[in-house]
């Protein structure tokens, strides 16, 4: 079944991404656009190849995310004197996690200048040399409103620019009035309607939503671990209750997003060391309708359930909508259990992790307030050190993939002197 359409995948990625930093995404879409235009006119490429190639180009900056968090605000300065460490770090996290890796280089060669990305054997270095050039149009046209001309760049035509490329951009701005379409919003059909040509096997909707929980990371690291944490739990519990394959899975996908709208609250308010003040928690407890509302239009009714169910209690004392026990579904109520665990079992800014008893005293008090499913809870008890077990597995691989990234961008750093 098909739980998330191929281009609610890319759209997907891009909101939650654009709740981060919307200033940063906007740019990348107006980017995916020019390089679109410019890639449509060269004829060179089907339209199904156009919409993966929109989606790198959309994407281009996602290392910004995790280097250049504290200087995004100076974003000619990041782009024009220090920006071959986002892109390093983009291209190894889209080669790793993402399930095109061929055209991850395009993020690492975007900010070459042309006369040596000319040496440089790769089949798509055009396409990361168009994007070099929207992308300096479009920080320097919104940086200088009327001030700004396009000819200001032929001075760098074959050497830091593409001449070829900085042509068709002309050629293509006086065609189709580039500019004066992203002015008005127009532009945004034409990427919505190349997008519906992506084509995406389950596998790969996988891989983009696992790539989306380790998105979360450029916000926190520990929800990535959590996350994965979660995953572990919900799947340990949906196996041992024999739950049917469809309903597994509509809980794992449930699970890898269920937190995504923590990304919208603000990091002093997650991490203060302490309990959370009224006016707080009330923040704190819009994340699961955020979620919702991103999540609504692009994955299916049954998943995004799950996500809304998550800090509901079957006695109707959670939130947001205080359902209880007979409004829910197992899947639901599983996920429930699983975030309640991960909660226990990890550290938070006002007190240490909890042991083995404390965990299960706690859950077993919850279950006779009837807040958490009895049978469910039954389970996590049967089963606990086999959860925690694999919970160790899966954390050890996440800290080898974060690993494997930081040996990489450290090596590829040295390379280019950063």
């Known amino acids: 079944m098909e739980y998330i359409k191929s281009k609610d995948i890319f759209l997907l990625v891009r909101d939650t991404l654009k ?60 782009e024009s004197k220090e920006c071959m460490a986002h892109a390093i770090y983009g291209y190894l996290f889209f080669k790793y996690l993402s399930p095109l890796p061929e055209l991850a280089k395009v993020i690492m060669y975007h900010h070459m200048d042309y006369e040596q990305l000319q040496k440089v054997n790769y089949e798509y270095k055009e396409l990361a040399a168009y994007i070099n050039i929207a992308e300096k149009m479009d920080h320097y046209s919104t940086a200088l409103g009327d001030k700004f001309e396009m000819g200001m760049f032929q001075k760098y035509a074959g050497t830091k620019l593409s001449d070829d490329g900085l042509f068709l951009f002309y050629k293509c701005e006086d065609k189709y009035g580039m500019f004066e379409k992203i002015r008005s919003g127009v532009y945004l059909k034409e990427l919505d309607d190349i997008i519906e040509y992506m084509i995406f096997n389950n596998e790969d909707k996988k891989k983009f939503l696992e790539m989306l929980m380790y998105c979360q990371g450029f916000f926190r690291s520990q929800m990535v671990m959590e996350t994965a944490m979660a995953v572990c739990v919900s799947e340990e519990i949906a196996k041992e209750m024999m739950l049917p394959l469809q309903k597994r899975e509509i809980l794992y996908y449930g699970t890898l997003i269920h937190d995504i709208g923590m990304l919208a609250i603000p990091r002093e ?46 006695d109707g004392s959670g939130y947001p909508r205080q359902l209880t026990d007979s409004q829910m579904n197992t899947e639901q109520k599983i996920l429930q259990v699983a975030d309640v ?39 996590v008890v049967q089963s606990y050190d086999k959860i925690v077990s694999r919970i160790r ?9 974060y690993e494997t990234l930081n040996k990489q961008y450290e090596l590829i750093s040295k390379k280019y002197n950063i």
């Open 19 to 78: 709740i981060v930093y919307p200033r940063l995404m906007k740019h990348g879409s107006r980017v995916a656009y020019m390089v679109y235009t410019m890639l449509r006119e060269e004829g060179k490429y089907e339209e199904f190849e156009l919409a993966d190639m929109v989606m790198v180009a959309t994407l281009h900056d996602i290392g910004a995310y995790k280097t250049e968090r504290e200087r995004l605000g100076d974003i000619l300065r990041y």
């Open 269 to 314: 308010v997650i991490e203060k060391p302490r309990k959370l003040e009224p006016k707080e928690v009330k923040l704190l407890k819009t994340h699961v309708e955020i979620a919702g509302k991103i999540l609504s239009s692009r994955m299916k009714k049954e998943v995004v359930d799950i996500v809304l169910a998550h800090h509901e209690r079957c």
């Open 393 to 401: 597995e899966e954390s050890a691989q996440i800290l080898k993939m």
């Open 341 to 379: 665990v991960v909660a226990l079992l990890n550290q938070r800014s006002y007190r240490k992790s909890l042991p083995k008893e404390k965990i299960l005293a706690i859950l077993d008090d919850k279950t006779d307030r009837s807040r958490l499913k009895r049978q469910v809870v039954a389970v």
